[in-house]
């Protein structure tokens, strides 16, 4: 069983930063495709970027050239540098790891954008 710990959120300002970090358990972030998610209140869970073992990045279009995810297998580790934050950007934040068969998730980290 992995567990994936998130780590980072809180309260900005509109057009601030945030670096979110997800830790794993092992060292699985060097074979799985890792993800963040989000889910607003009232709103279904959705993708906000992936990368690859490979290194391939993919982002929703709300976010394309305001975040970025990258990873440390050494450290076990998972990022999210989220800049020019806006309130819609507001959500629980949650690590994922895709791995065959299996679908791993942290607990969430809350990310609120208010001024």
């Known amino acids: 069983q992995v567990q994936l710990v998130e780590s980072g959120g809180g309260l900005v300002q509109p057009g601030g930063s945030l670096r979110l970090s997800c830790v794993a358990s092992?060292?699985?972030?060097?074979?799985?495709?890792v993800g963040w998610y989000r889910q607003a209140p009232g709103k279904q869970r959705e993708l906000v970027a992936t990368?690859?073992?490979?290194?391939?990045?993919d982002y929703a279009d709300s976010v394309k050239g305001r975040f970025a995810i990258s990873k440390d297998n050494a450290k076990n580790t998972v990022y999210l540098q989220m800049n020019s934050l806006k309130p819609e950007d507001t959500a629980v934040y949650y690590c994922?790891?895709?791995?065959?068969?299996?679908?791993?998730w942290g607990q969430g980290t809350q990310v609120t954008v208010s001024s």
């Open positions: 092992g060292s699985i972030f060097s074979i799985a495709t």
């Open positions: 990368i690859a073992t490979s290194g391939s990045r």
């Open positions: 994922n790891c895709h791995y065959g068969a299996y679908d791993y």
